[in-house]
């Protein structure tokens, strides 16, 4: 079965960095599309960021854009949110799911538990 494992989240000031970490397993990490999304307190899932495989071309949310990349390690089947400049508005809980961004709020995607990311003066 798909497992899906983020690390990294915590608090960080605005204009700080975090990394987010996802360790991924059960399913055929190589060829998939992998995204993030997140959910901030009383809103609706977002979605963040896709990466291909291949590694690219990639895509990301608007407000995110040259603050944010999404590498990925297929020899460690790890997906990585790369987190630069970090506003307030990040603050939500960031999760890895597999596929694209036309397939995150699917039921054919898989998303872990999360991971809480919190900026804040």
């Known amino acids: 079965e798909v497992q899906l494992v983020e690390a990294g989240g915590g608090m960080a000031q605005p204009g700080g960095s975090l990394r987010l970490s996802c360790v991924a397993s059960?399913?055929?990490?190589?060829?998939?599309?992998m995204s993030w999304v997140r959910q901030a307190p009383d809103k609706e899932p977002e979605w963040v960021a896709t990466i291909p495989p291949g590694g690219s071309p990639t895509y990301y949310l608007d407000s995110v854009k040259g603050r944010f990349t999404i590498p990925r390690d297929d020899a460690k089947n790890m997906l990585f949110l790369q987190m630069y400049d970090l506003k307030p508005e990040d603050t939500a809980r960031y999760f890895c799911?597999?596929?694209?961004?036309?397939?995150?709020?699917?039921?054919?995607?898989?998303w872990g538990q999360g991971t809480q990311v919190t900026v804040s003066s």
């Open positions: 799911a597999t596929g694209s961004r036309s397939i995150v709020f699917t039921i054919s995607s898989s």
């Open positions: 059960g399913f055929r990490f190589t060829n998939d599309f």
